[in-house]
């Protein structure tokens, strides 16, 4: 099955009772057993919700994995990746991710004895010098939050396959509409499925998918032991949301193109960041690994002034001023003070998210109000 019908049909049926199209909303706690033991497959909504098993098959079909597990929200996705850990493990992080992994990584489980490694990983080969008989997981994102830089994801899975190490994707930026990390390889791919997946700015939701059963039975344990599962609800509109995503992706990519060439053309802007471009460094790999350039762009206006880029995010007027990403309407952030404030600002702007860096993330609306909007701004 192609990918543009996965998201309609992929791992989804008619519901059983009734034929419904769309899965009902199993809103409910738990399920009547005739005699203990004695259900139809779900007895109590934190182990399983039908719902909920409808989107996690969903979710598996676009990854073109065999096991799909939904969080209540990315954090809680990547929690119970790191759960998989003990005591002295070692892991290896991109340099540049999302702020709050950040935050869950160095204040939460650093302090249950897990030693991070935040590396550059542009060039493969730099993750080997911190491998060692400890190291259980490279942890990665590309395109990455919010500098989008690429990773190789094939060349990483050589290098983790070479060690017996485990690689997660965070695939949140791309979507599996421009690249299935199982495909080349990696164990388990990890999703803010409140962006992309979702894609309308209405829930918040994680989600893992993976190939391998004996990963799977260990994380579904970990899901629901520590029980930070996705209601019904949430459940029902991902899986709405998943509907649309191959015709959401392929305009957030058409106007994301044409807005970071935009960018690159006005004089009042100093440096754009989009893969798409054939001078980003990685540009190679991204063409290689990638269908398209997704719908992120981060940019630094002339002059990298902290004041200038405020005056600029503050003066958009169809672009909202709002943390997240992913939804149908475009979004504009300030990385340093809002999703990426808990790194510390000597280590974030060593990855290049600056005081004056601006991150969008161009929505589907008519790509020339977007241009008109960005144009009024930029002139103050
Ligand atoms: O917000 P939550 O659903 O818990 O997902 C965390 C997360 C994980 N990975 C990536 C790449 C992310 O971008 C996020 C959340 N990011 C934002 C809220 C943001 O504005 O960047």
Not at 294 to 306: E, L, Q
Request: hydrophobic residues 40%; glycine residues 8%.
């Amino acid at each position: 099955m192609k990918f543009n019908t996965k998201t309609i049909h992929g791992g989804q049926k008619p519901d059983k009772a009734y034929g419904a199209v769309m899965p009902p909303i199993y809103q409910t706690s738990t399920f009547a057993q005739s005699t203990p033991g004695g259900h139809k497959g779900y007895e109590y909504a934190r182990t399983h919700n039908p719902t909920r098993t409808a989107l996690e098959n969903a979710l598996a079909s676009l990854e073109n994995g065999n096991y799909g597990l939904a969080f209540g929200s990315g954090l809680a996705a990547i929690d119970a990746v790191m759960k998989l850990l003990k005591s002295g493990d070692e892991v290896i992080s991109t340099n540049d991710l999302y702020g709050g992994t950040y935050r869950l990584f160095t204040k939460i489980f650093e302090n249950y004895g897990i030693k991070f490694h935040f590396i550059g990983m542009e060039n493969a080969a730099n993750i080997e010098a911190y491998i060692n008989e400890n190291t259980k997981l490279i942890w990665t994102e590309t395109p990455t939050n919010p500098m989008m830089n690429i990773i190789d994801i094939e060349a990483t899975v050589a290098i983790a396959k070479k060690h017996n190490i485990m690689l997660a994707v965070d695939n949140t930026f791309a979507t599996p509409y421009l690249q299935c990390p199982l495909d080349f390889g990696a164990d388990i791919v990890m999703h803010s499925a409140t962006k992309y997946i979702g894609g309308h700015s209405d829930l918040v939701m994680g989600a893992l998918i993976v190939k391998d059963k004996e990963i799977a039975d260990k994380l579904y344990f970990i899901q629901n032991a520590s029980g930070a599962i996705c209601g019904p609800m949430d459940s029902f509109l991902a899986l709405r949301g998943i509907k649309t995503l191959h015709v959401r992706m392929q305009r957030h990519c058409e106007n994301g193109k044409a807005i970071a060439e935009y960018l690159a053309a006005h004089p009042n802007v100093e440096k754009v960041y989009w893969p798409g471009f054939e001078n980003h460094p990685n540009h190679d790999i991204a063409k290689k690994q990638m269908d398209d350039f997704g719908g992120m762009i981060s940019f630094v206006a002339k002059g990298n002034d902290y004041d200038q880029a405020i005056k600029i995010v503050e003066n958009l007027k169809v672009f909202t001023l709002a943390e997240s990403l992913g939804g149908v309407e475009s979004l504009a952030g300030h990385p340093a003070s809002m999703t990426h404030a808990s790194i510390p600002k000597a280590a974030r702007e060593k990855t290049g998210v600056v005081d004056a860096l601006i991150r969008l993330s161009v929505g589907i609306e008519d790509v020339d109000d977007l241009i008109e909007d960005l144009a009024q701004a930029l002139s103050i």
